[in-house]
């Protein structure tokens, strides 16, 4: 494995796990960063309701409803 996708890896376990801060914002961003690079640009054809239920995208303390009613506001 290349360094770069390990460091990639070892930083998003941490974001994950909350041994490293990052504001909800910069959760968010980096989330999408994420889901682009293993689903690729988006297409209402090829995608089913919930593909990205299974994935572990967010901190657990940004994962309620709560949340993101807070974050869609802010945008």
Known sequence: MCEQRSFFLQVKEGILN??????????VL???YAVQAKY????????KEGYLAN???LPARYC????????????
């Not at 041994?19 to 909800?24: A, D, K, S, T, V």
């Not at 988006?42 to 995608?47: G, I, N, P, R, T």
């Not at 409803?65 to 802010?74: G, H, L, W």
Request: proline share 6%; aromatic share 12%; with cysteine.
């Open 18 to 27: 909350d041994e490293i801060y990052c504001p909800p914002e910069t959760a």
């Open 30 to 32: 980096l989330a999408s």
């Open 40 to 47: 690729g640009d988006h297409s209402a054809l090829e995608v």
């Open 55 to 57: 994935d572990r995208l």
């Open 64 to 75: 309620c409803v709560q949340f993101f009613f807070a974050v869609q506001q802010c945008m």
